[in-house]
């Protein structure tokens, strides 16, 4: 393999969907629609073909989940562990989430990083994550 420096540089590449494995699409859009996630899009493509879009507040990323889609929905529904959510305020958001009926780990402080832990109804884990003030990356 050549060197780095010999190689062409890498063109921007935006990470915009990740698919997340359900067992039951309509109980995953009431959960993902119960946190606050929105621009939904929930489109019935075939009789056997159901893709569902929600975006994080703030995101520019989002996920996908449905029936019918191939390999994205071949994967085992909550096999899906450690998506972070990264907030300014993990107490604002923990509280959030918990107003809207979310049941969530408490804040775990890991040397200055903050972290909440949830599930969606498939066991899908996510994180709430706060970087410390100082952080300036």
Known sequence: MPATADLPPVPDMKLELVPIPVSDVDRAKAFYEQIGFGNLHDTQVSETMRVVQFTPPGSACAIVFGAGMGPLTDMTPGSVKGLHLVVADIDAARDA?????????????????????FEDPDGNLWALQQWPASYTG
Do not use: C, P
């Open 97 to 117: 989430l918990v107003a809207r009926g979310v049941a969530v780990g408490g804040v775990d402080d890991m040397g200055g990083v903050k972290y909440v832990w």
